[in-house]
């Protein structure tokens, strides 16, 4: 099983020195079948007076830190070596209840589904359900498969993917508009469309490892990644990257699922002084295989 080690690196700078308040942090990867943590660190300068580990509604591994000193730079440095098994693509046979589509979800397992189900964004003008639609054949089943790979192709190959430093994910009506949009925006989109044709999604962080011979293939390496999860019946969570194209777990190192991305927010907290005060934040990741193989360092910069 392929080893990879992830460092990210976020540092807060401010012009004058500031107090913190309360810091959560989504950074471990999650543990399954498919990964599993074998080491990792977590540096932060100024030292914090408390550190705690909890679960989240989801049972995501969430760390929160609380501070007491002032400090005019703020760093969170994170290392973590995971065991990366890949599954397969899918898993799925002509006699299983969600190879064709149209399909309905067990009786058991719906009241469990049905907040990925149901849409969570607006769509006035019915927009994002008559591109959906345009997937589907209403006269006849189609494999579940195919819709849903021509769907995580077709926005890779009609969107054009631009890097945004303004905080949150935007909506997926402006996705569909404007025809742009970063991972998280890529993967709310398809997470509404799915919820319109009836298909349980649901939003996953993690990080994307690029290996050096399909660099040029793959963009959202540099930062945290975002892509989606759909549920079938008998074969669970499948994962779809419709940034990248990819099906199934290949390069991709989950961290956080969620309903909506504002759960699945990887660091986020507040400082306490003026406005101006803030300088910038610089951020860096890189994942490497055991060979030292892999992503560059891609910093980026956000400055108010």
């Known amino acids: 099983m392929p080893l990879l080690t992830i460092h990210h690196k976020t540092e807060y700078r401010y012009i004058r020195p500031v107090a913190f308040g309360e810091h959560r942090f ?3 990867p999650s543990d399954g079948h498919d990964l599993r943590v074998l080491d990792y660190r977590l540096g932060i300068s100024p030292e914090p007076k408390s550190l705690r580990w909890i679960h989240d509604v989801t049972g995501n591994s969430v760390a929160i830190a609380d501070f007491d000193a002032r400090a005019d730079r703020l760093v969170f440095d994170w290392h973590v070596t995971v065991e990366h098994n890949p599954v397969d693509d899918f898993a799925l046979t002509p006699d299983d209840p969600a190879y064709f589509y149209p399909f309905a979800y067990d009786d058991a397992e719906l009241p469990d589904l049905v907040q990925y189900i149901t849409p969570q964004y607006p769509d006035a003008e019915g927009r994002i359900a008559a591109w959906v639609r345009g997937f589907v ?24 993917y631009r ?3 303004e905080p949150g994910t935007q909506s997926p009506c402006d996705t569909l508009r404007w025809g742009t949009g970063t991972c998280r925006d890529y993967a709310l989109f398809m997470i509404e469309a799915l919820r ?14 690029v290996p050096e011979d399909i660099a040029r293939h793959h963009v959202g ?16 969570w499948i994962e779809f990257d419709p940034t990248n194209g990819i099906v199934g777990t290949r390069d991709l190192i989950r961290v956080a699922v969620a309903r909506d991305p504002r759960q699945a927010i990887p660091l986020h907290g507040i400082y306490i002084g003026t406005q101006d005060a803030f300088d910038v934040m610089d951020v860096s990741v890189k994942v490497v295989s055991a060979a030292e193989r892999g992503s560059s360092v891609t910093p980026h910069h956000c400055r108010l």
């Open 26 to 28: 989504m950074l471990r």
């Open 137 to 160: 054949d209403e006269n006849a089943p189609l494999p579940t498969f195919a819709i849903l790979s021509r769907i995580t192709h077709a926005i890779r190959q009609q969107f054009r």
């Open 163 to 165: 890097r945004r430093h």
């Open 196 to 209: 319109r044709l009836g298909i349980a999604a649901r939003f996953v962080s993690g990080y994307i490892f």
């Open 221 to 236: 390496g540099g930062s945290t990644h975002a892509w989606v999860q759909v549920y079938l019946p008998s074969a669970g």
